[in-house]
């Protein structure tokens, strides 16, 4: 995206002000940038279609709110059984010790556009060829257009001998289990930090929500070591699943020379399958068979997956034409355009989608708007345009106080949002400010269909 004058300036601005200003400022940024890139509304589509939308996280939200800005007349229900919303971009920093809890804790409720209704139920069953859902008290909410948003599937007991009621007990952490399980994971790695020993980290074999996460924890408790000074009592080690830290090669590069630079040890092809708390050993899957790895802490990323209601569903990929996606069950959906390839009339958004990149809230922001686009096109007999390329963004804190600002795309291209100002393989400043105040203002409006 194009840096405007109006923006370069505040940048300007921004780099030459006083700290206490600079947060706001960078936030004024964000906000510019996301309103920036929406044009005039059109008029409103009148229409009686009927549209349910299975899950209310940031994509279901998201969607809620343009679908209703854009539509007249449409009956638009959403169907999420959690009351509390989750800004999941903010769980990593619960587990740093930078937020508390509640920072990332809202209302669902409070994000529902005025005219949608809002089913507090799960989906059980998706009915696709009779275009219907089913939730769990039996409840049929029959549809024109099926919108699933549903995130996915949290698989701890795919760990042998692994619970999420262990995270913050035996030196086991996890920031992924939800608010407590982030403050819970930051005790246990605090205590670890004052003390130093052997630190493990690590990313599972499937599809995952933010992969940059294991990294910049890694890079974290690395940080937390050396500001305690306990850093020369402490061997931290990164178990890479594949041959790569991360999916984008020359960003896989500098974190492999960061590491490398800050003394943590690199494992590759290593599948964490058990872990006995007791003995705080965990065991890995590794080319040449098992191998145990004792830790004094642990971060465990688990396996992750769609929603057993997707999986039982005709919605996945099937194994022929994608084996990976199809053991996992992301929806089988056009990677430009977010539309199942099988049925017309339904559309996959977040972290449901079976596309090659996109686990992240940054994605939402550029997928929802395409889906939605070619929803209502599609509702007014008229062809859209709109493709999401795979953007996603992944802030990657590398020290308290520096982050990367790391974009790219399904190509694997770097695209940054503000070239020839903030260089994305560069630790800087401005980039952990952007992660740490800005982006949770440009989530919200977001979530109400405004960036």
Avoid at 140 to 150: E, I, S
Avoid at 217 to 236: P, S
Avoid at 292 to 317: C, G, K, T
Wanted: charged share 20%; aromatic share 8%.
């Amino acid at each position: 995206m194009p840096v405007t004058p109006e923006q370069r300036r505040l940048i300007d601005t921004l780099l030459q002000a006083p700290s206490q200003r600079r947060g706001f400022l960078l936030a004024t940024l964000c906000a510019m940038t996301a309103g920036s890139a929406r044009a005039a509304a059109p008029a409103r589509v009148k229409t009686q279609a009927r549209i349910v939308i299975a899950g209310a996280g940031a994509a279901g939200l998201a969607t809620a709110a343009r679908l209703s800005a854009a539509l007249e007349g449409a009956s638009i229900t959403l169907v999420d059984a959690r009351r509390e919303h989750f800004y999941q971009p903010g769980f990593t920093l619960v587990g740093a010790g930078i937020k508390p809890a509640g920072y990332v804790v809202s209302n669902t409720a409070d994000y529902v556009p005025a005219g949608v209704r809002l089913v507090p139920e799960r989906v059980a069953e998706f009915d696709v060829d009779g275009n219907q859902v089913v939730t769990d008290s039996g409840q049929r909410l029959p549809y024109d257009f099926l919108v699933v948003a549903t995130g996915l599937q949290l698989e701890y007991g795919l760990i042998e001998g692994m619970d999420i009621r262990l995270i913050g007990e035996n030196g086991i952490g996890s920031v992924y289990a939800g608010p407590q399980a982030a403050e819970a994971t930051w005790r246990a790695m605090s205590a670890f930090a004052d003390r130093g020993g052997r630190g493990v980290f690590l990313r599972p074999a499937t599809e995952m929500k933010c992969a940059g996460a294991p990294l910049k924890y890694t890079f974290i408790t690395e940080d937390h070591l050396t500001r305690r000074g306990t850093r020369g009592k402490a061997e931290l080690v990164y178990n890479s699943n594949n041959k790569a830290l991360f999916s984008v090669p020359i960003v896989s590069e500098k974190v492999r020379m960061l590491y490398q630079e800050r003394g943590i040890a690199v494992n590759y092809e290593r599948v964490l399958t058990a872990i006995d708390p007791g003995r705080r050993i965990a065991t890995f899957a590794t080319p040449t068979g098992p191998e145990e790895q004792p830790y004094d802490f642990i971060h465990v990323i688990p396996p992750m997956r769609a929603p057993e209601a997707i999986r039982n569903s005709p919605l996945p990929w099937s194994a022929d034409r994608h084996k990976a996606w199809a053991a996992e069950g992301w929806m089988e959906v056009d990677k430009g355009t977010l539309r199942h390839l099988r049925y017309a009339n339904v559309f996959g958004v977040g972290d449901i989608a079976g596309v090659p990149k996109g686990k992240t809230a940054a994605s939402v922001k550029w997928q929802v708007p395409v889906a939605v686009d070619h929803l209502v096109a599609q509702i007014a007999g008229r062809q859209s345009s709109a493709l999401y390329t795979g953007y996603t963004s992944c802030p990657l804190i590398t020290r308290l106080g520096q982050a990367m600002l790391v974009e790219f795309d399904y190509e694997n291209n770097l695209t940054p949002s503000f070239p020839g100002v903030i260089a994305p393989l560069e630790e800087l400043w401005v980039s952990w400010v952007m992660k740490t105040m800005a982006l949770k203002p440009t989530y919200i409006s977001m979530l109400r269909g405004l960036a």
